[in-house]
């Protein structure tokens, strides 16, 4: 028998499954989760009347994230969101190649599940203009801000919630696996609760697909801002997935997971369950001859008392 590395029940929320599961089928259950994102995130402000409120989105996107992991968390993990996905890399929980192709798959997912609702409003007859719409949930700093806040307000509520999110999840998801629903729920109760302050601030999403797919379909502004809301959350996730990495071993190295095939890299880890083999072979070889020689002992007394030996 063999320890297993307890790196493999963080690639996701409900255990091990997600780590003996195919790339591709990973890939999609990470692309529809995000796409299931986008559009609850993203539909609820945007045919919300009135708009005043950012309690209705910030619930809907909490408890579609809560959703989509409950769902797709036993398949890929449940980040669908580029920032977690960083932080299991760094945290090492998630290979570089797998994690590049998680961030792809998320943007994928994202940008059609936008597409989507771009097209919904480009049916609506009292919606002249579809990229003025959808500026209503893009992302944006100054002019653009409900408050009209400063590009460093934006950058350091955008960093500080990306880093709370991602280390809610390792944190959850870290824990024993007979509970399935613990990081779906604490997850999508922080996010919604962040989410609420983002929105009153400048729509931070603190999920870098979602502000792409926000910003590809608005007006231009959106995009030349659209370097903030991801270099800050990466950063964020950066700086939470290095805490949990170091702190979860003490400061040494931790072993890589390989999020393919669900096994790690430490060499070390193997000669100490191999050695141990060897001595429980030993252990176990050293009581049968004890035994052995007990138990001709007592043939030996018992002849003896039976007057078949002298």
Do not use: C
């Amino acid at each position: 028998m063999s320890t297993p590395v307890p790196a493999r029940d963080a690639l996701q929320p409900g255990g091990t499954a997600a780590a003996h599961t195919g790339l591709l089928p990973r890939l999609v259950a990470e692309a529809f989760g995000s796409l299931f994102l986008a559009v609850a995130g993203l539909g609820v402000p945007l045919f919300s009347i009135p708009q005043s409120s950012p309690v209705p989105s910030a619930l809907a996107a909490g408890l579609a994230i809560t959703a989509a992991m409950l769902a797709f968390g036993h398949i890929s993990g449940g980040h669908f969101n580029p920032a977690i996905t960083l932080g299991h890399l760094l945290a090492g929980r998630i290979r570089a190649g797998a994690a590049a192709a998680y961030a792809a798959a998320q943007i994928v997912g994202a940008l059609v599940g936008a597409l989507a609702l771009f097209g919904i409003l480009r049916t609506l007859p009292s919606i002249p203009d579809s990229r003025t719409a959808f500026d209503t949930v893009a992302a944006g700093f100054g002019g653009h801000s409900i408050i009209q806040a400063p590009l460093a307000a934006v950058v350091l509520l955008e960093l500080l919630g990306a880093a709370i999110i991602v280390a809610v999840f390792l944190g959850a998801a870290g824990r024993d696996s007979s509970s399935r629903t613990v990081a779906p729920v604490a997850v999508g109760l922080s996010f919604a609760a962040l989410l609420q302050v983002g929105q009153s601030v400048g729509n931070l999403p603190f999920n870098p697909a979602r502000a792409v797919a926000s910003a590809v379909f608005s007006s231009g502004w959106a995009v030349e801002q659209l370097w903030v809301f991801l270099v800050a959350p990466l950063a964020g996730a950066a700086i939470a997935g290095l805490v949990f990495r170091i702190a979860a071993v003490g400061g040494s190295p931790a072993p890589v997971v390989d999020a393919e095939t669900g096994e790690g890299d430490d060499d070390d880890d193997e000669d100490d369950v191999g050695a141990a083999a060897v001595d429980a072979s030993s252990v176990n070889e050293d009581a049968v001859a004890a035994a052995r020689q007990e138990q001709a002992g007592v043939s030996e007394a018992q002849e003896f008392f039976d007057g078949k030996r002298s």
